[in-house]
């Protein structure tokens, strides 16, 4: 009797919670929670690159300067987050999604006090720890949610993450821009609400353990190839080769899009800020459109799309006026946002049972990339010019074409239970 009642409270518990556990089913307010916690997340850092202008002309930085700031932040999230991903395959920690966060509402309000350039580097760098332990664990809980549905809840989490950094410029622009860098001390309060959030997050994830034990496929579900190592080894290679493709293009429209409005166009700051959301909200856009999308027509076909495909309007972005590059901006955001998940749930499908270790991995190359690519284009702009970063950072989606490497990992479908 005693039993019954313990278990009927847990289950009272969950509902209570963040719903029902039982089974294979999809749990979208898990999901959900993950998207939204994901979008609090990544508004705390695109406050960083949204207030580059800012912390340029205060500190009479160069634009190599402001790219080892977003080196340092992302070298640590990129290092970290593999190793992260590894640990908690092994061990799960439910509770360390609300510890990331705090450490990233601890670097926010270093960098609102930050009084030189090292200091700015330090409060960044927290940011980056921050990440690597949010991401690879948010993940897997959204692959234990997804119910089966792993590129739409892949997506779903991921859009979040895009949504918050649409809206962290506009934000920016609103309330520090104008008010100066101390201001970002307002945006903790945010961080704390996401810390309660990811705190009932853990404690669903806590209860439900069990989902991350392999289940029998259903008649009718893909049953995934077992490919050789060395094919395993060479579509990793590739996949790496892709996400640097992808997010050395991606960070010089995210790091430096607003300097060349500035620089080509004559814009305001705050006016750069806009279109600078119009075209991270057009990243989000693509990026729920690719996780299902993947689910149907398989992920080496969205990734085929969506990393070659951008090649045409970024080798014309750099020759067209104001209203051409926002609405390229918008296709290209689109467009290339849609790789993203469509490599992680690949990179899963191909390493079956390490899914933190994966995209702790995939999140932290995306890191590392972003990082490196925006110190070279950084060091680039200040020996040239800010448009010919534009001109040479064209070229990078055509690395889309080693995706004829990739090797198919969704087989066909299973007979039986």
Known sequence: MSQSVDKLSVVNAERRDFGPSAGESTVMKILWALSLSHLINDILQALLPSIYPVLKESYHLSFTQI??????YQITGSLLQPLVGYYTDRNHKPYSLAVGMGVTVAG???????????????????????????HPE??????????????????????????????????????IIPRGQRHILWFTILGVAGMVLLTRVGG????????????PRAAGEVAPVRLPRGKVILALATLVALIFSKYFYLISLTNYYTFYLIDKFQVSVQWSQIYLFVFLFAVAAGTIIGGPVGDRIGRKRVIWISILGVAPFSLLLPHVGL???????????????SAFSAIIVYA???????????????????FGAAGIGSALLGRLADHT????????????????????????????????A
């Open 204 to 215: 669903w994830y806590q209860r439900n353990l069990h989902r991350l034990k392999p289940k």
């Open 108 to 134: 926010l309000a270093v960098l609102s006090q930050a009084f030189s350039f090292q200091a700015l580097c330090f409060g960044a760098g927290m940011v980056g720890v921050g990440s690597s332990i949010f």
């Open 385 to 416: 010019s800010i448009r010919q970063v534009f001109e040479v950072s064209a070229y990078f989606p055509l690395i889309g074409l080693l995706t004829a490497f990739l090797p198919e990992v969704e087989g066909k479908k299973s007979r039986a």
């Open 348 to 366: 899963q499908e191909l390493v079956p049972g390490n899914v933190g270790l994966i995209a702790g991995l995939f999140f932290g190359l995306a």
């Open 323 to 337: 209203v051409g590059t926002v609405v390229l901006t918008v296709f290209i955001g689109v467009i290339l946002a």
């Open 138 to 175: 948010a993940s897997r809980v959204a692959r234990m949610a997804s119910g089966g549905k792993h590129g739409f809840a892949q997506s779903l989490f991921q859009v979040g993450g895009n949504l918050g950094t649409s809206f962290g410029p506009l934000l920016a622009a609103a309330i």
């Open 67 to 72: 790219g080892l700031i977003t080196l340092t």
